[in-house]
């Protein structure tokens, strides 16, 4: 795909990775359909993305909700009038432990702990996984769905809910790869692992030794790194149905 002047929509742009990705994919000529909860942080990011010269519009959305998200999609397929990718990035993490006993307590993870991190997951990935899919038929676009996924998916400690949640998103990309094929769309999961954001700034100076004691890269990952696979997926047409590893070499 030459990516000057494609259409690629980003779930969860208005921060953090996805504006990143956003602003990678601007500098390379791409016209963007942003999509978040948040209607300022958007604007946010739509505002530096057009200072690359290139198109930039939002769309306000609560990917777990469908009526919202089929019509982000229905106004992005009259905006533009084509769509050639989307990266399902939006997500959220809950943690804890699934049954903890404490002086005697015995303490579970509750249906919601573990449910509100499905639907943002999963049921936001397969909406605008579906919705993009659909605008791409109508508009006979040729497209990639790109799922972020994580290392977490091997299974973490504490992350009953995240780590079904990104092994069942790799698991659909691999599935829509091999359903959607015969109408030129690709489908890929990227799972990164632990990335330098503002939260992992947080990290105690100890807790930040330990964690990247256990990555043979020595470091964390930078935004770049994901934004740049992003890029390569998007680029190369005979990469479809695989989940590709940007962790460092770490395993879970």
């Not at 030459?2 to 996805?18: D, M, R, S, W």
């Not at 990011?45 to 919202?68: F, K, M, N």
């Not at 079904?164 to 890929?188: D, H, N, P």
């Not at 947080?202 to 990952?221: C, D, T, W």
Request: charged share 20%; proline share 1%; net charge negative.
């Amino acid at each position: 795909m030459e990516l000057a002047n494609a259409v690629i929509a980003i779930t969860g742009a208005g921060q953090g990775l996805g504006k990143h990705m956003a602003l990678s994919l601007a500098q390379s000529g791409v016209n963007l359909a942003l999509i978040d909860l948040d209607a300022l942080q958007l604007s946010e990011t739509q505002t530096q993305c057009e200072s690359y010269g290139v198109t930039a519009r939002c769309y306000v959305a609560d990917v777990t909700a469908e009526h919202q998200v089929c019509s982000a999609f229905e106004q992005i397929e009259t905006d533009f009038d084509q769509l050639n990718g989307v990266v399902n990035n939006a997500g959220i993490m809950r943690d804890g432990m699934f049954i903890k006993v404490r002086d005697g307590q015995v303490n579970t993870m509750s249906l919601d702990q573990f449910q509100s991190v499905m639907n943002v997951n999963v049921s936001g990935t397969f909406l605008c996984g579906r919705e993009a899919a659909k605008v791409m038929l109508n508009t006979d676009s040729k497209g990639v769905i790109i799922n972020i996924s994580s290392v977490a998916r091997a299974g973490n400690i504490g992350q009953t809910n995240y780590s079904a949640s990104k092994a069942a998103v790799a698991t659909m990309a691999t599935v829509w790869a091999k359903e959607l094929g015969r109408y030129g769309i690709r489908s890929v999961a990227i799972a990164p692992g632990v990335i330098k954001t503002a939260m992992t700034d947080q990290i105690k100076p100890e807790a930040m030794e330990r964690l990247v004691s256990m990555i043979p890269a020595g470091r964390l990952g930078e935004a770049d790194e994901i934004a740049s696979t992003i890029k390569y997926v998007l680029e190369n047409d005979f990469v479809t149905g695989r989940v590709m590893e940007v962790d460092g070499g770490m395993r879970m």
